[in-house]
């Protein structure tokens, strides 16, 4: 909620809404309680929220589609998980975490999060952890334990599962492969 995209579709409601001044009255009474709620309690004003969003559908008949998501997340946003996450690949990252970051319910966030990315937020943080340890499997030769262990992976076994899963082989034949393929470029 909140993203200027969302707010382009309300104009046509609020057309049909002004016409009834007990609802635009509730709207905007809806909308004042959402605004108290925000600092201290932000799942209660998305619930005023979208009361005053389901006001809106029916005042418009229920012709305009759901709002409430109506896009994903903004540039902005995705970058600020992608900096939270980079900073705490070493340790557990919730979705609640992640929600936390961006000031949204963990239903919100999730729904959003995955209309933009396409998978669910542990499944991008699985990503993102595998990648990063990639990279460190490219650059040192410290032993697979470690590299999970630095990447928030509880154990090699729990790291080798997820690997396994992201690229289709296990850490150490990768490892072994890209190996095979360094020494090949250096002597050919």
């Given at each position: 909620m909140g993203s200027l995209g969302e707010t382009q579709?309300?104009?046509?409601?609020?057309?049909?809404?002004?016409?009834d001044a007990q609802t635009l009255a509730r709207i905007a009474d809806l909308l004042a309680d959402a605004g108290a709620a925000l600092q201290h309690d932000?799942?209660?004003?998305?619930?005023?929220?979208?009361?005053?969003?389901?006001?809106?559908?029916?005042?418009?008949?229920?012709?305009?589609?759901?709002l409430r998501h109506a896009t994903g997340l903004n540039?902005?946003?995705?970058?600020?998980?992608?900096?939270?996450?980079s900073r705490h690949l070493d340790t557990p990252i919730r979705t609640c975490h992640l929600a936390a970051?961006?000031?949204?319910?963990?239903?919100?966030?999730?729904?959003?999060f995955k209309q933009t990315?396409?998978?669910?937020?542990?499944?991008?943080?699985?990503?993102?952890?595998?990648e990063a340890a990639r990279a460190m499997m490219l650059t040192t030769d410290q032993p697979l334990t470690q590299i999970a262990h630095?990447?928030?992976?509880?154990?090699q076994s729990h790291f080798t599962r997820t690997f396994r899963r992201e690229t289709g082989v296990s850490p150490l034949l990768w490892r072994q492969r890209c190996a095979a393929k360094a020494q090949a470029a250096t002597e050919g």
């Open positions: 579709g309300i104009a046509p409601c609020l057309a049909k809404a002004l016409d932000t799942l209660r004003a998305y619930v005023y929220l979208d009361q005053a969003m389901e006001l809106l559908r029916q005042a418009n008949g229920g012709l305009e589609s759901d540039r902005w946003q995705t970058r600020r998980l992608d900096e939270y996450i970051q961006l000031n949204l319910s963990n239903s919100h966030f999730s729904h959003v990315f396409g998978i669910t937020p542990l499944a991008y943080v699985a990503r993102k952890r595998i630095a990447h928030g992976f509880c154990d």
